[in-house]
């Protein structure tokens, strides 16, 4: 049976090649249609250059590395961003490693569960970043990530990704929830003045 949505013309049919305008030895305009080597070229340009991103609330992270690994197997993400990895400081970084990624983590001070974590791409560089606003200086400590990502390419208008990771547990009143928001917004504010043309990102579990 056909698949209905399936279109079995060529691909040059379904996204039409047009030709090209340049310029031979003398400066002289010429006309061309793309051959495979425009074609690969012409791809390349099509390419998402945004990096790709994974969400999850783990609830244990070390349980779930072996899902992980088979998710980073079978598709390209650039980015895994996880909320409650209930990792502690006496679990080394190698314990969660993933080939190709580098991981950043910000684990939970004291109780259990909590925690935020994220992998990266080897070839983007990363950091680990506090904005100097500091909290909402109200006496709470909130559970977030903050990231500064170069990746090898970006839209031209952005020139960096300030990344922050959320994790607002459920048991938070809306004195906490409000204060977590002010956090928030100093610390954008703070990388804002920072870094011009500045893309953020806040991803989490705001419950």
């Given at each position: 049976?056909?698949?209905?949505?399936?279109?079995?013309?060529?691909?040059?049919?379904?996204?039409?090649?047009?030709?090209?305008?340049?310029?031979?030895?003398?400066?002289?305009?010429?006309?061309?249609?793309?051959?495979?080597?425009?074609?690969?070229?012409?791809?390349?340009?099509?390419?998402?250059?945004?990096p790709?991103?994974?969400?999850?609330?783990?609830?244990?992270?070390?349980n779930?590395?072996?899902?992980?690994?088979?998710?980073?197997a079978?598709?390209?993400?650039?980015l895994?961003c996880?909320?409650?990895?209930?990792l502690?400081?006496?679990?080394?970084?190698?314990?969660?490693?993933?080939?190709?990624?580098?991981?950043?983590?910000?684990?939970?001070?004291?109780?259990?569960?909590?925690?935020?974590?994220?992998?990266?791409?080897?070839?983007?560089?990363?950091?680990?970043?506090?904005?100097?606003?500091?909290?909402?200086?109200?006496?709470?400590?909130?559970?977030?990530?903050?990231?500064?990502?170069?990746?090898?390419?970006?839209?031209?208008?952005?020139?960096?990704?300030?990344?922050?990771?959320?994790?607002?547990?459920?048991?938070?009143?809306?004195?906490?929830?409000?204060?977590?928001?002010?956090?928030?917004?100093?610390?954008?504010?703070f990388?804002?003045?920072?870094?011009?043309?500045?893309?953020?990102?806040?991803?989490g579990?705001f419950?």
């Amino acid at each position: 049976m056909t698949d209905p949505g399936r279109s079995d013309r060529p691909a040059a049919d379904v996204f039409p090649i047009l030709p090209s305008i340049r310029q031979d030895d003398n400066d002289n305009p010429v006309t061309t249609t793309p051959g495979n080597a425009d074609l690969a070229e012409v791809n390349v340009m099509r390419k998402v250059v945004m990096p790709s991103i994974l969400m999850s609330n783990a609830n244990r992270m070390m349980n779930k590395l072996d899902d992980l690994y088979a998710v980073t197997a079978s598709y390209s993400i650039d980015l895994i961003c996880i909320t409650e990895s209930w990792l502690t400081p006496d679990v080394p970084d190698s314990a969660c490693f993933i080939p190709g990624y580098q991981v950043f983590r910000k684990d939970r001070k004291a109780g259990l569960g909590g925690g935020v974590m994220c992998y990266a791409r080897e070839c983007m560089r990363c950091c680990v970043a506090e904005p100097n606003s500091g909290s909402a200086r109200d006496g709470f400590e909130h559970e977030l990530l903050w990231l500064i990502i170069r990746p090898p390419t970006l839209p031209r208008p952005i020139s960096v990704i300030v990344l922050v990771i959320v994790y607002c547990p459920p048991w938070y009143s809306a004195e906490m929830k409000r204060s977590l928001v002010r956090t928030i917004t100093l610390g954008v504010d703070f990388f804002a003045g920072k870094f011009s043309s500045a893309c953020f990102l806040i991803l989490g579990d705001f419950n």
